[in-house]
């Protein structure tokens, strides 16, 4: 697949999914740069691929596993001396990167699953990766587990959810995304995924995820974020907001119905924003942690604290 057909993908949905999107990025960056001719100007083959970064960037404003991801695979090459060096950098880092990602997944299963009690009902939102791998640890290491799963309007994602835990002999309970209040007195804990994480522990993540978080917190049922690392926003250091995704209104609403609905407006916004308030902890590669703690995985995890932020964007 070329870097264009990667960037369209994501685009238009084919490929979704905070690390999903993410890996593939950084997949396609690696294989264009093989489909660039050798020159020996190491200048020319930077350019080339922050031009090609830069419409992978396009594709999709919120998840920040994106820009995180091309950031840690470009960093270095742009400091290379020699095109063959930038050449090897690229394809070390992003092997590294994809590598490390699936790593953390594994990581935050392991860890997901010691919070998934046998016998517990598990409320999921969207389709997560890394909540998903949680819960089916659990049922590898032989819990009797069961789980909630929403629709997920417009898109459907649900539907993808239902499928892996039906394929997995896990007891599943499906219904629309509004029906969330009513379910949660039958369910005993959340987990989702996340999209974003700011600097102050709040969690973007599918639209609805905030309802969802606030009825669990009128419940008195624990939610839990799954979410690697390069979910975190440094940016927010320095105050920058996180964009939330509009997208078209004919995913809501068919061009054909809307006609004839002049005085309706129809909003699509992708996802939505949960306060660290609501959330119980945050399990990450690094540990489990409680949502205020997030400038720490920025700093000491990732290496952006204050000083590099300003350095590097100031
Ligand atoms: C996907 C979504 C997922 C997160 C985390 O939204 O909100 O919960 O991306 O997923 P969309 P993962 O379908 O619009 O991409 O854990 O797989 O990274």
Redesign the pocket.
């Known amino acids: 697949m070329t870097l264009l057909q990667t960037a369209e993908q994501i685009q238009t949905?084919q490929i979704?999914?905070?690390?999903?999107?993410a890996r593939e990025a950084v997949a396609a960056l690696r294989d264009h740069a093989e489909t660039l001719p050798r020159t020996g100007d190491v200048a020319a083959f930077i350019r080339e691929m922050e031009h090609a970064a830069s419409i992978l960037l396009g594709t999709?404003p919120t998840?920040v596993?994106l820009p995180n991801a091309i950031q840690m695979v470009m960093r270095d090459v742009r400091t290379a001396r020699t095109e063959e060096a930038a050449r090897r950098i690229l394809r070390e880092k992003a092997d590294a990167f994809i590598w490390s990602s699936r790593t953390a997944l594994d990581r935050i299963a392991a860890m997901g699953a010691n919070h998934i009690p046998d016998g517990s009902i598990v409320m999921t939102?969207?389709?997560?990766?890394?909540?998903?791998g949680c819960i089916l640890e659990a049922k590898r290491q032989g819990k009797d587990i069961e789980v909630y799963a929403t629709e997920?309007r417009p898109?459907n994602?649900g539907r993808l959810t239902i499928k892996t835990l039906n394929d997995n002999e896990i007891p599943t309970t499906y219904f629309v995304d509004s029906a969330v209040r009513s379910m949660m007195k039958e369910i005993d804990l959340v987990i989702?995924?996340?999209?974003a994480i700011t600097v102050n522990g709040a969690v973007v993540?599918?639209i609805g995820?905030s309802q969802i978080a606030l009825c669990a917190n009128e419940a008195r049922k624990n939610v839990i974020v799954?979410?690697?690392t390069y979910?975190f926003a440094p940016r927010t250091i320095l105050g920058e907001l996180i964009q939330i995704?509009e997208r078209a209104q004919n995913e809501v609403l068919p061009d054909d119905i809307a006609a004839t609905l002049p005085f309706v407006r129809v909003k699509n916004p992708?996802?939505d924003v949960t306060p660290a308030d609501y959330i119980d902890m945050i399990i990450t590669e690094a540990g489990a942690l409680p949502p205020h703690l997030a400038y720490t995985i920025m700093r000491e995890y990732l290496g952006w604290g204050l000083d590099e932020l300003q350095n590097q964007f100031l």
Do not use: P, Y
């Open positions: 949905m979704r999914g905070a690390g999903k999107i999709r998840a596993s939102h969207c389709n997560s990766k890394a909540a998903l997920v898109w994602q989702v995924g996340a999209d993540n599918k995820t799954t979410a690697e979910k995704e992708v996802f």
